[in-house]
């Protein structure tokens, strides 16, 4: 069954607390993408990856860290330093480049900092 | 400057008419478009992507796409209820290779 993965789906943390979010995919995709999205807001890319041990920050990397040590995995850490992360964490890959790749989403996972 | 723009919406329209979503983009270089819908509290699925000017039809979607104006439209014949969602335009940005996307158009189909 082909598709990408994130845990937990619903995550709750203490403020002051870091926290990581996991995405895999079995897609044998190149790139991986992590978004964060507001209500009622678009998407923000936090950071991506085009390929294994490789990554560029996006438009909102501040607070946030990455690895990208396997091309099946790209977790997420939402670090202290970032100062509203209550949000929905969206994860996506992509075949690799070229302009005619289509680009999935996982599942998405729900933070809620107490 | 804005890169991918959309009508935030909502967007109401009557059960069985013709819904037409609208975006347009900055970066004339951009080769790949890409329409999502995204119900509450889930995920942007793929509902139709388009790379070349003119009209793309799958079922009840059309995409059309104008690279001379910068612009890419949506349009959902026989609207049903279930289309009720926030639909999302997004364009590939060639230089860099990432995908970029607008912050979504609110439908709303009335029973």
């Known amino acids: 069954d082909g598709g990408i993965t994130q845990s937990p789906k619903y995550l709750f943390r203490k403020e002051g607390q870091n926290v990581t979010l996991s995405c895999e995919q079995n897609l044998n995709h190149d790139a991986m993408y992590w978004y964060r999205q507001d209500p009622g807001q678009g998407l923000r890319l936090i950071y991506y990856?085009?390929?294994?041990?490789?990554?560029q920050k996006g438009d909102i990397a501040e607070g946030y860290s990455v690895s990208r040590e396997k091309k099946e995995s790209f977790p997420l850490t939402v670090t202290s330093a970032q100062k509203n992360p209550t949000a929905f964490y969206l994860c996506?890959?992509?075949?690799?480049?070229?302009?005619?790749?289509?680009?999935?989403f996982g599942p998405g996972t729900r933070l809620t900092v107490l | 400057q804005k890169e991918v723009e959309q009508n935030s919406g909502p967007l109401s329209v009557p059960e069985g008419a013709i819904a037409s979503l609208n975006c347009t983009y900055s970066d004339r270089g951009s080769q790949s478009f890409f329409w999502y819908r995204q119900y509450s509290g889930k995920s942007p699925e793929l509902i139709m992507s388009?790379?070349?000017?003119g009209d793309k039809e799958d079922g009840r979607f059309t995409a059309q796409l104008n690279k001379a104006s910068q612009y890419v439209s949506l349009l959902i014949r026989d609207s049903q209820p279930s289309d009720s969602a926030t639909y999302l335009c997004a364009v590939n940005i060639r230089r860099d290779d990432k995908i970029i996307f607008g912050k979504g158009t609110r439908l709303h189909i009335l029973p």
């Open positions: 996506a890959s992509r075949g690799g480049r070229g302009a005619t790749d289509t680009q999935y």
């Open positions: 388009i790379y070349s000017n």
């Open positions: 990856s085009q390929i294994v041990n490789d990554f």
